[in-house]
């Protein structure tokens, strides 16, 4: 089946410094890609949907000076958080859909990555 | 109102046992539906897709109501490696953006 992979799969970081996530299709293009966040004991939440080659749409509450996306080839899509805070500790993961995915198509995800901001 | 609720659990079961769970959706246009399996500390994988009119995979039976706008998951004959999260998620056609359910945590015990 279609592979997603995610790197780091977890980081500590220091408050206010940045960090890189990155989410790549391993064996497919995915021209959408979406990020998650998921706190402990709660469910993901959809911080952006990220479309190749152009602007995220993020969702109602979700900074986009803050969470930086980039979507720079159907295979790699990153997520920046930029000047960490403790707060956004968080389990972070991503997921990808085909080219010709539709309504019913689902999404694979990548394995996530943890983010522990000290 | 959450768009996509779903009881907490945990369901308490015994090896061998039936174990049955719904979920609720407040969008009525939403377009399609998926059970989705997260064990701890790992991204979820999908179990199985829902189809209006129900659909089997070996021991997991799902239903869709689309009049009452929920949609159960049971499990049959449960096996220890049930024991997980299991996520209702809800796909709307705009954006094709997926909307998660809590999850229902299941503990199938010897």
């Known amino acids: 089946g279609a592979v997603v992979s995610q790197h780091p799969s977890r980081v500590i970081c220091k408050s206010g410094t940045s960090v890189k996530i990155e989410c790549r299709s391993l064996d497919f293009q995915a021209t959408t890609m979406f990020w998650y966040r998921q706190f402990p004991k709660k469910s993901l939440m959809l911080m952006a949907t990220?479309?190749?080659?152009?602007?995220?749409?993020?969702e109602q509450g979700v900074e986009k000076d803050k969470f930086l996306i980039n979507h720079a080839s159907l295979t790699l899509s990153t997520l920046t958080v930029t000047s960490a805070h403790p707060e956004d500790s968080s389990f972070y993961i991503c997921s990808a859909r085909t080219s010709s995915g539709t309504a019913q198509e689902t999404q694979y995800f990548g394995p996530g990555t943890r983010l522990l901001v000290l | 109102r959450k768009e996509v609720e779903q009881d907490p659990g945990p369901f308490n079961v015994p090896e061998g046992a039936t174990v049955a769970f719904n979920c609720t959706y407040s969008n009525s246009a939403s377009q399609s539906f998926f059970w989705y399996r997260q064990d701890c500390r790992k991204e979820p994988k999908l179990l199985m897709s829902v189809y209006s009119s129900g659909n089997e995979d070996g021991r997991f039976t799902a239903q869709l109501n689309r009049a009452s706008q929920y949609i159960s998951l049971l499990i049959r004959d449960s096996k220890l490696s049930d024991s997980a999260t299991y996520l209702c998620v809800v796909g709307q056609a705009a954006g094709n953006k997926l909307t998660f359910g809590g999850g229902t945590r299941v503990l199938v015990k010897p």
């Open positions: 990220s479309n190749e080659g152009s602007k995220a749409t993020y």
